[in-house]
């Protein structure tokens, strides 16, 4: 059924034409991938559907009383409250219908002592109702689905009553999509909602909304994400949308194809173009007005035709940044490092070494000492003891999320050209257009660009400089895919060293050839790529399993048998119980149902009150003994 449907939707700022004729349709249940370059319109897109932003032409259908979410990439939630307090304002309608049912039962207990009440069976009535619908809508159960939440996305129990104010960018952003997910609209408009968000939540939120009964729309840069998730993709391309029904692994290899084919037709109608003109200009001289009205004939015709534009290549040139010094074969060996912070260890014993060609991702959860391993390597804090060494002829380059070395009054060609002057202008401008800065881009002030922008640019003067070991920190944040795709094609042909903290996985997978998991317990290596670390871990805790069976089974194997005949016994023997009580329990209902049907029971309210919340709680208990069972039967 479809909930959302866009009909030639334009829109334009100033003279800038963003969006032109778009049109889809959503339908319920809908997974799909919005994505295309910075700046092509994803997020006006968004605010249209919103309604945070008018559209200048085209219609919109929404179904009847659809209820939207919209998860902006940039949000700023103000509030004295706290975590949990913050996500308690989602459930105000159940909160004030439980206020409501608590006033509903004192009223009718002061009905019930009056002799002659005529509100007492309108007031029976409504509180059944509301009881109901109190208890459909998860009326006692939304406090856990709150901490479940919340706790996927990463906050700890401790956490949840930390003041909203005193939260991080990144931990605002998370909540906001905490209470997004709460508030469970039929529609999600979800603006990069793994910015901010370590592996493991993501996982969490991969499998979180692959249940999700709505539909939803993503701008996604996260590759690894959109192919877990989504159905359909939307590529947002030349002011136009394009409709791929699939996934993105099958969209990449379909629009290989497509451009391909593109490519061909564009070649054919410039070659009938040119054999046109040709046509025409030999009329044209020939004279004659036969000649000249064919020539005019066929202008008009020319004219009359739908150009074809020009396809981007999707073969990008490879780069390859050769490191102007080779350095020893040991380039990083870290030992028994320890760091504390007021007190409280963060790193502990931590043992690794990277040699001279790798490519290391280091991962772990947010907060674990990612970035503070990386600032005692480049001794910008210091380390309470250990040893960290860099090999012979080590050059060290550091990309920060903050772009801190990047001069912005300077233009873009210029911040390059000063740090590499023997470079002529030609390549200068050919390097610079594989990092996407293309025509007038290059004569920006740096300071003018976006996020992504000033990323590309920094990685750029990075992968120029003298360094032979580039230390990277979230590299492909703020970058668009095609963007990423030129970073990882410049990593994987790097000579030099690579020791990168990314949650990207499909950057992991793609660059990477050793992983680091940085833990509580300390630091793991795996010989391999993301998918390789996978398949890995799952190995390991399968054989941790099967150590700890066996060296049980050599403890207990004369008492296996026994226990295990004993264990089913009073399994058995629990289910018969249970099934006792439940049945008693029932003819208990049945027994209220009995004295509730007789009429003259309401000439005695009060004992209606009690009665009914005798039935409540019996049908309570019923439910939870009906769990215990269903848990027994299933083992």
Known sequence: MIILSCNNISKSYGTDEILKDIS?????RDKIGLIGLNGSGKTTLFNILSGETYMDNGKIYFQKDLKIGYLKQHTNIKSNDSIFDECLKVFEPLIQME???????????IEGSKSNSTKLEKLMNDYAQLMESFNNSNGYGYRSEIKGVLKGLGFKEEEMNKKVNLLSGGQKARLSLAKLLLEKPELLLLDEPTNHLDIEAISWLENYLKEYSGAMLIISHDRYFLDNIVSRIFLLENKEIKVYNMNYSKYTEQRKKDIELLKKKYEDQQKEIKRQEEIIKRFSNYGGSRYIKQAQSRQKMLNKMKLIDKPMDNKKAKITFEPKI????????????????DGEKLLENIDFAIYRGEKVGLIGPNGIGKTTLFKMILNQIPYDSGIISLGHHVHIGYFDQEQTKLNLDKTVIDEIWDDNPKLNYYEIRSIL???????????KEVGELSGGERSRLALLKMMLSNANFLLMD?????LDIDSKEVLEDALIDYEGTLFVISHDRY????????ILELTEEGIKEYIGNYDYYLEKKNEIIVEEEE???????????????????????KKKEEIIRLEKRIEQKEMDIEKIDMLLCKPNIYDEPEKVIELTKKREALEAKINSLYEQWIILTEE
């Open 24 to 28: 889809f349709t959503v339908e319920d």
């Open 99 to 109: 206020k409501e049912l608590r006033k509903m039962e004192q009223d009718m207990s």
């Open 326 to 341: 080779k350095s020893g074969r040991d380039v990083l060996r870290v030992e028994k490092l320890c760091k504390s912070f």
């Open 433 to 443: 257009s594989r990092f996407l800065f293309i025509g007038d881009d290059i004569f």
């Open 474 to 478: 979230e590299p492909t944040n703020h």
């Open 507 to 514: 950057f992991l997978n793609k660059v990477v050839d050793k």
């Open 547 to 569: 150590d700890y069976k066996t060296k049980t089974q050599i403890k207990l194997e004369r008492k296996k048998e026994r226990e295990e005949l004993e264990f089913i016994k």
